[in-house]
């Protein structure tokens, strides 16, 4: 069928042409928008998941209806590398300020122009931006240097003007395993200072498996603070219908034999879903998907997965740290225990730790618990043995 009218959306971050499957976390975001609205309080939403499940997309829905109920929002992605604090920092003050213009609009009562205040504040010792939203600047509010005092006062102070309108105001953090320590500590205490004292303030994440316990080990707390979804593979019906409806809209169907193919490829994963869909849709001469169709897809777009998506990903490993990927592979999607994959590795567990703290900066893997490894992609497992013969990781040293 003609490309140009595929309607799947294989990337990062791009809208599916049905979100399926997520209704009870969009509910869980409208009571918490609703609960804003009367003026009580609710805990904050993180939602985690393995790569390519559907987390960004998920996190900019909720984004979107925040900003259609009128909340202050502020959209950050967190970054590990050296200069992520500073940065991700830059971008909490820069995105403030933008977002505040938009009250600059409409009359202000005396606590908001405080807040913008504030806001003007914290981005002048920052040094963010040099736009401006025509208030004085607060001193002494939110500019100490100290970034957990000075969120907190940007938070009362912002959240308590907003509150007043039955306003929110949230700040939308992805790959939120990835923001440096002090940071996070920071956010997580404004968190919990908010929800202590009923300001409508709220972080609603999105990162891997692992944030719930990065979390809690930045601040014990944290366990209590926030709903935690985890976010995985569509159940069958989701899955098909996510599959369905976006060929149907367009007079096109599956035969049941062809559907039951591709959901047999995708294992429900919402990325893959999108891939195998778009694959199918191309390969198809007729508005029917037949069974043959599904088979050339499934083979084609398993090709096409294993040359970019997997791939990709496995030269970002050197040498040696493809040897532990490699080791991992006996365990299926895992996870695997590390002391485990030292073993298979011949290396004794205390040499493992830098491979490891290496593909985890990598993104490439994850520790559900400690003493415990697995991939942050689904599927690894399968490419690696697929791959058997030609990924040569023998005896190999960097
Ligand atoms: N509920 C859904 N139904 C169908 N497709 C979906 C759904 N959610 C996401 N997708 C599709 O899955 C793909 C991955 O989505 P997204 O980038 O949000 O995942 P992610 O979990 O953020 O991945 P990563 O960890 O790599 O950032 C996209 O192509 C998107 O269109
Ligand atoms: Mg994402």
Do not use: C
């Not at 509010?141 to 912002?158: K, N, T, W, Y």
Request: charged share 25%; glycine share 8%.
């Amino acid at each position: 069928m003609l490309p140009e009218q595929n309607p799947y959306s294989p990337g990062s971050g791009r809208r599916p042409p049905e979100l399926v499957g997520r209704q009870k976390e969009l509910e869980a975001f409208d009571t918490l928008s609703a609960r804003v609205g009367y003026g009580l309080g609710d805990r904050g939403i993180v939602l985690t998941g393995l790569r390519g499940v559907g987390k960004t997309v998920l996190l900019n829905e909720m984004h979107r209806r925040a900003e259609a109920d009128d909340w202050l929002t502020v959209r950050l992605e967190a970054r590990r590398d050296e200069q992520g604090a500073k940065t991700v920092r830059r971008a909490l003050a820069r995105e403030l300020v933008v977002a505040a213009r938009k009250l600059t609009r409409t009359s202000l009562t005396g606590r908001m122009k405080d807040a913008l205040g504030t806001i003007s504040s914290f981005n002048a010792k920052i040094g963010a931006t040099s736009i401006e939203l025509g208030v004085d600047i607060s001193t002494g509010r939110a500019d100490s240097g100290d970034v957990e005092v000075d969120l907190l006062e940007l938070v009362e102070d912002v959240a308590t003007a907003l509150g007043e309108k039955r306003r929110g105001f949230a700040l939308f953090v992805d790959e939120m395993q990835d923001l440096d320590a002090e940071t996070m500590g920071a956010l997580i205490a404004a968190q919990h200072a908010a929800n202590q004292r009923d300001w409508p303030f709220y972080i609603v994440a999105a990162g891997l498996p692992n944030l719930p316990r990065v979390l809690t080990e930045t601040r014990s707390y944290a366990e209590r603070l926030f709903n935690y979804r985890p976010i995985g593979k569509l159940a069958r019906d989701d899955a098909a219908y996510a599959l369905r409806e976006p060929a149907e809209r367009l007079g096109a169907e599956y035969e049941p034999d062809a559907l039951e193919q591709l959901l047999d490829a995708t294992g429900g994963y919402p990325y893959f879903i999108q891939e195998f869909g778009q694959t199918a849709w191309d390969l198809a001469p007729e508005r029917t998907i037949t069974a043959a169709d599904a088979a050339a897809a499934v083979s084609y777009g398993t090709d096409r997965l294993d040359a970019g998506f997997f791939r990709s990903r496995w030269e970002r490993a050197t040498k040696s740290e493809r040897r532990m990927l490699f080791a991992m592979a006996a365990d299926g999607e895992g996870p695997s225990p590390t002391a485990e994959v030292a073993h298979r590795m011949t290396l004794q567990p205390s040499s493992l730790g830098p491979y490891r703290a290496a593909l985890i900066s990598k993104g490439l893997v994850y520790a559900p618990e400690h003493g415990q490894i697995a991939y942050t992609v689904p599927g690894m497992a399968a490419y690696i043995d697929r791959h058997h013969d030609d990924l040569d990781v023998s005896g190999a040293t960097d």
